[in-house]
């Protein structure tokens, strides 16, 4: 089923007449290359409380994380990256942004985060960072991540609406078709909204010249390059996630040794493991999350994240 929201197309269904009906809607909107998927506001909170638990593992905790061989804090339900002063790194640095925008909706932010002379991480390293782990600006700043779950989802959903015209505009002309295809492929299939707000939250569009080990990239961009398949549903949810685990692969053997990334792998196949096929029942379906509670990484997750906006926890 295909329905009009905000001026935009949104492939919600996978059957055949959905994929011809938005295969008819794009022929007839040639210029339709950007922001032409909404992801609907009920299944955006199933998708921001998912993210919460990929990054954070559900706890509040880790809402301000900086990560061990890491340069840099992350933070939020995305982990936004936030660096120090005068370092540079080829990831994009997506906290600066977020602050931004959550300031743009009339959203509270702490005193201190307005009054720094350049908005840098305000701790140098990781031990300085955990040493201030407890203190009232930390505090503070965990509190501002707990109560804005919301628009942060909502800023990272927007990057997945506005990435499909970055990674057209960054890819050769010869690939931009099957980009192209393949983005709304997974975009039609269950859960396809996940799996590409996931991602791209994850690494990224891969359209940053800077975000390159080799000269090869690790985004959504290259992802759905290396995806060759037809027609939505499971197979194009199978194809991405086994695609992903492939260009992840590459990043490691490309990765310089001394950053070690071999060892972030198993946790990056877990967290692909959770865009597969076989996690479409437990993602469509209710119920309350209880933490602790056995259950896939898909599953049971609304009512965790309105405890969390609501301040209940």
Same mark, same amino acid.
């Given at each position: 089923?295909?329905?009009?929201?905000?001026?935009?197309?949104?492939?919600?269904?996978?059957?055949?007449?959905?994929?011809?009906?938005?295969?008819?809607?794009?022929?007839?909107?040639?210029?339709?290359?950007?922001?032409?998927?909404?992801?609907?506001?009920?299944?955006?909170?199933?998708?921001?409380?998912?993210?919460?638990?990929?990054?954070?593992?559900?706890?509040?905790?880790?809402?301000?994380?900086?990560?061990?061989?890491?340069?840099?804090?992350?933070?939020?339900?995305?982990?936004?990256?936030?660096?120090?002063?005068?370092?540079?790194?080829?990831?994009?640095?997506?906290?600066?942004?977020?602050?931004?925008?959550?300031?743009?909706?009339?959203?509270?932010?702490?005193?201190?985060?307005?009054?720094?002379?350049?908005?840098?991480?305000?701790?140098?390293?990781?031990?300085?960072?955990?040493?201030?782990?407890?203190?009232?600006?930390?505090?503070?700043?965990?509190?501002?991540?707990?109560?804005?779950?919301?628009?942060?989802?909502?800023?990272?959903?927007?990057?997945?609406?506005?990435?499909?015209?970055?990674?057209?505009?960054?890819?050769?002309?010869?690939?931009?078709?099957?980009?192209?295809?393949?983005?709304? $492929?997974?975009?039609?299939?269950?859960? =396809?909204?996940?799996? *590409?707000?996931?991602?791209? #939250?994850? !690494? %990224?569009? @891969?359209?940053?010249? $800077?975000?390159?080990?080799?000269?090869? =990239?690790?985004?959504? *961009?290259?992802?759905?390059? #290396?995806? !060759? %398949?037809? @027609?939505?549903?499971?197979?194009?949810?199978?194809?991405?996630?086994?695609?992903?685990?492939?260009?992840?692969?590459?990043?490691?053997?490309?990765?310089?040794?001394?950053?070690?990334?071999?060892?972030?792998?198993?946790?990056?196949?877990?967290?692909?493991?959770?865009?597969?096929?076989?996690?479409?029942?437990?993602?469509?379906?209710?119920?309350?999350?209880?933490?602790?509670?056995?259950?896939?990484?898909?599953?049971?997750?609304?009512?965790?994240?309105?405890?969390?906006?609501?301040?209940?926890?």
């Amino acid at each position: 089923m295909i329905k009009l929201l905000s001026g935009r197309f949104i492939c919600l269904g996978y059957s055949l007449a959905a994929v011809a009906a938005l295969a008819l809607a794009l022929m007839l909107l040639p210029s339709c290359d950007s922001a032409c998927v909404t992801v609907p506001p009920g299944e955006l909170e199933k998708i921001g409380s998912l993210i919460f638990r990929n990054e954070c593992g559900g706890k509040t905790e880790n809402l301000t994380a900086w990560n061990e061989g890491e340069e840099f804090a992350s933070l939020g339900i995305g982990h936004f990256l936030w660096y120090p002063e005068g370092k540079e790194y080829p990831f994009h640095e997506s906290f600066p942004s977020l602050f931004e925008f959550i300031k743009s909706k009339g959203a509270p932010v702490p005193e201190w985060m307005n009054g720094l002379a350049s908005f840098d991480l305000p701790w140098g390293s990781r031990r300085e960072f955990y040493d201030d782990f407890d203190s009232p600006r930390m505090v503070s700043l965990r509190k501002f991540m707990l109560d804005t779950i919301a628009l942060q989802s909502l800023f990272i959903a927007e990057r997945m609406e506005n990435s499909l015209p970055m990674m057209l505009e960054s890819a050769p002309a010869g690939s931009r078709d099957n980009i192209r295809k393949q983005f709304y $492929r997974v975009s039609g299939s269950p859960m =396809g909204f996940y799996v *590409l707000v996931d991602y791209v #939250n994850f !690494k %990224g569009e @891969g359209t940053s010249p $800077r975000e390159r080990y080799n000269g090869q =990239g690790w985004g959504l *961009l290259q992802v759905l390059d #290396n995806m !060759k %398949g037809d @027609g939505a549903g499971p197979a194009a949810l199978r194809e991405f996630a086994q695609s992903a685990e492939a260009v992840l692969e590459r990043r490691v053997r490309n990765s310089p040794p001394e950053r070690n990334e071999k060892k972030f792998l198993p946790g990056w196949k877990n967290r692909i493991k959770t865009y597969g096929p076989e996690n479409i029942e437990s993602y469509t379906g209710s119920g309350v999350y209880e933490p602790g509670a056995p259950e896939s990484a898909a599953g049971r997750v609304p009512g965790i994240y309105r405890k969390l906006v609501c301040g209940l926890m």
